[in-house]
């Protein structure tokens, strides 16, 4: 996703820098080409040889050097993409201001390609209403930020301010090298995972949902600015903090759940797997085994059904469906049943991985999707705005 992708990466004078090592190899791994600039704080914390034995690439820190370019603008002009990771309140602050006062702020100044800051430091700084102030100036004037994580922080305290993963700040890398925030002010509803049915206290019903596609959806529609609702049953990765979620474990509670706020969504991706069946009662002492065992079920509510019943004509309804054969036949018979707006149909067989192959369907357009599911979800989005005039987007 990132081949040929010119990124630049501005280290910071903050503890995390130890983390931007991990970054820089994540993203030369992916193809892109990345050259570092560090701040003379910054390499207190690491050396630069680190950074230039991880990319092969230059790594400067110096704003003259006679034996060079003028770096500020050559490299302002060389980039798709730069990424201040970590990002102090320094720097944060120094570009709120216009201040370009060494290579990496100067470098800030003069470029013209998206910027990415990736704020990380002690809980009571990042609070700070002037760091605040700083932050919401420069989003306004089109720059991006990631939020930090909640955690156990360098300088002792327990907060708002830990460096994210860097598989995430992957994610928003890979977005805005194409996206800005065209989401932003859409309330955005998404189910995924393997809802779980009790037999008794140790035993349940479920499927191999893993919830990767709707988890995918959730990250690029957030990372895009909508407002999302990600409402969950089990997971096979981890959500990020970042996300709005919502656990709603069985049948009955994501129906509750999604009911409640659905009114308020704008689009609805249901992608969790929500079971057909549960037990008509279940057991609340472990059942003893025996040779036979007679499971007597119900049909849960068809969430997707009663959905296609309530949207209003200013709310979009995106279905899923997994099958296992007649892929394209079945999507269609429920687009109709459900009274859906798009479906979006893959095979069992490739469920549950990284990779899969969607067909999307509705308003008379079939559309094949193939590639990794962040990349997918990204496509599903752009389709869905693209196919409707009712978001006004």
């Keep these: 996703m990132l081949k040929d992708k010119k990124i630049l990466l501005g280290i910071t004078g903050g503890i995390a820098a130890y983390k931007a090592v991990d970054l820089a190899s994540k993203l030369t791994k992916m193809g892109a080409e990345v050259k570092t600039i560090m701040t003379a704080h ?18 400067l820190t110096k704003m003259f050097d006679v034996n060079a370019d003028i770096e500020h603008i050559s490299l302002a002009d060389w980039a798709d993409l730069v990424v201040i990771a970590p990002a102090t309140a320094n720097i944060i602050g120094k570009t709120a201001s216009g201040i370009a006062d060494d290579l990496l702020s100067t470098t800030i100044m003069a470029t013209t390609t998206p910027v990415l800051f990736v704020p990380a430091m002690n809980i009571h700084m990042y609070e700070n209403p002037i760091v605040q102030e700083n932050i919401v100036k420069l989003s306004n004037l089109g720059y991006f930020f990631m939020e930090p994580e909640y955690g156990m922080l360098a300088c002792g305290y327990e907060g708002k301010g830990r460096y994210p993963e860097n598989e995430e700040i992957v994610f928003h890398i890979v977005t805005y090298l194409k996206y800005k925030k065209d989401l932003l002010g859409k309330n955005i509803l998404i189910t995924a995972g393997a809802s779980r049915e009790k037999i008794d206290p140790m035993r349940f019903i479920t499927n191999y949902s893993t919830g990767r596609m709707g988890l995918a959806l959730a990250r690029a529609a957030y990372i895009r600015g909508a407002k999302i609702k990600f409402i969950h049953s089990l997971l096979g990765v981890k959500a990020p903090e ?8 069985s049948a009955k509670e994501m129906y509750n759940s999604v009911l409640k706020d659905f009114p308020e969504s704008d689009v609805t991706f249901m992608t969790a797997a929500v079971a057909d069946y549960t037990p008509i009662k279940s057991s609340k002492q472990k059942i ?6 007679n499971l007597e079920l119900k049909r849960t509510k068809d969430i997707l059904k009663e959905l296609g019943e309530k949207k209003t004509s200013n709310q979009i309804l995106v279905g899923f469906a997994a099958e296992s054969e007649n892929i394209k036949e079945n999507a269609l018979q429920k687009i109709e049943k459900k009274n859906l707006d798009i479906i979006c149909a893959n095979n069992l067989n490739v469920s549950g991985k990284d990779d899969t192959e969607i067909l999307v369907l509705g308003e008379g357009k079939e559309i094949k999707l193939i590639g990794n599911k962040f990349s997918i979800a990204h496509q599903i989005i752009d389709i869905v705005l693209k196919s409707s005039i009712k978001l006004n987007i």
Aim: overall charge positive.
């Design 242 to 249: 970042y996300l709005n979620s919502i656990k709603a474990i």
């Design 42 to 59: 910054a390499c207190e914390f690491v050396s630069p040889i680190t950074f230039k034995s991880i990319t092969h690439q230059s790594v």
């Design 288 to 293: 003893k085994k025996s040779d036979n065992l």
